[in-house]
């Protein structure tokens, strides 16, 4: 079974940064893509990224494309996600997830796709 544990959140001013991990084991972290979600109190888990087991087509939300980057260091089985020109909008508790079914490449980027989710990491963009 597949852990999957999620670090880098923090409190930061809008307009900065801040970089995620996704460290997973359990697992061969390689075969499998990985996403991004995040929710906001009061609001339903949404997509945020996604990338495939080999690092190709990464895959974004139109709120957060130009401005968060997601990639993958298999040799390390984690996943990041790098996120630039926060806003306050951005504030919620990011989770990371990994595909279901290995070596996926489907173009459906909703919760059901995803099989194991990590605990989250809040992210707090004060304005």
């Known amino acids: 079974q597949v852990q999957l544990v999620e670090s880098g959140g923090g409190l930061v001013q809008a307009g900065g940064s801040l970089r995620l991990s996704c460290a997973a084991s359990?697992?061969?972290?390689?075969?499998?893509?990985m996403g991004w979600f995040r929710q906001a109190p009061g609001k339903e888990r949404e997509f945020v990224a996604a990338?495939?087991?080999?690092?190709?087509?990464?895959y974004y939300a139109d709120s957060v494309k130009g401005r968060f980057t997601i990639s993958r260091d298999n040799a390390k089985s984690t996943v990041y996600l790098q996120m630039n020109s926060l806003k306050p909008e951005d504030t919620a508790v990011y989770y990371c997830?990994?595909?279901?079914?290995?070596?996926?490449?489907?173009?459906?980027?909703?919760?059901?796709?995803?099989?194991?989710w990590g605990q989250g990491t809040q992210v707090t963009v004060s304005s």
């Open positions: 990338i495939r087991w080999n690092g190709n087509s990464p």
């Open positions: 359990g697992r061969t972290f390689s075969m499998y893509g």
């Open positions: 997830a990994t595909d279901r079914q290995p070596y996926y490449g489907g173009r459906d980027y909703g919760v059901g796709r995803f099989g194991s």
